[in-house]
C-alpha cells in the first residue's frame, strides 16, 4: 500500500511544479509584482502558441534578466527582473506548466446550453 502511494506521489508530482515553487511565485505576484495571469496573457500576446509561452517563460525562470522579460520597459523598471529568484531547470518549467494550465483561455470558455431540437417554447416555459 506505501508503495502504491509512494509511485501515484511521484508521478502526479511529474506535471506539477511542487507546492513549495508556486507558493514562491505566489507570494510576490499576489502583493508586489503583477498578477500571474497578467504575466500570462502579456506572454500568450508575444508568442502566440502554449508551447513557445512555455518556453519563454522556462527561460526567464532559469535566468532571469530584463532581455528575457517578456513585460513592458515601465514593468520591467519599476519591478526589476533581476531580483526574480532563479529556479533549477526542471522547477522552472513545471511552473510554466501550471500557469499555462491555469491561465488557459481555451479552459476559461463557457458554453452557453444550446436549446434541444425537440424543444418547443412551451416546455421552456414548464421548466421555468
Keep these: 500500500m506505501v508503495?502504491?502511494?509512494?509511485?501515484?506521489?511521484?508521478?502526479?508530482?511529474?506535471?506539477?511544479?511542487?507546492?513549495?515553487?508556486?507558493?514562491?511565485?505566489?507570494?510576490?505576484?499576489n502583493d508586489k509584482a503583477p498578477p500571474l495571469s497578467l504575466v500570462y496573457r502579456r506572454y500568450l500576446l508575444l508568442y502566440s502558441a502554449k508551447k513557445r509561452v512555455v518556453e519563454r517563460m522556462r527561460a526567464f525562470l532559469i535566468h532571469p534578466s530584463k532581455k528575457r522579460s517578456a513585460m513592458p520597459e515601465g514593468m520591467k523598471n519599476r519591478f526589476n527582473p533581476q531580483k526574480h529568484p532563479a529556479f533549477p531547470s526542471e522547477e522552472?518549467?513545471?511552473?510554466?506548466?501550471?500557469l499555462a494550465e491555469k491561465e488557459d483561455p481555451i479552459r476559461?470558455?463557457?458554453?452557453?446550453?444550446?436549446?434541444?431540437?425537440?424543444?418547443?417554447?412551451?416546455?421552456?416555459?414548464?421548466?421555468?
Excluded: F
Design 92 to 98: 522552472a518549467k513545471k511552473a510554466a506548466l501550471w
Design 3 to 29: 508503495k502504491i502511494i509512494l509511485i501515484l506521489g511521484l508521478l502526479g508530482g511529474l506535471g506539477m511544479a511542487s507546492d513549495a515553487t508556486i507558493r514562491q511565485c505566489t507570494a510576490c505576484h
Design 108 to 128: 476559461r470558455i463557457v458554453m452557453p446550453e444550446s436549446p434541444k431540437a425537440s424543444e418547443t417554447p412551451a416546455d421552456k416555459e414548464s421548466r421555468r
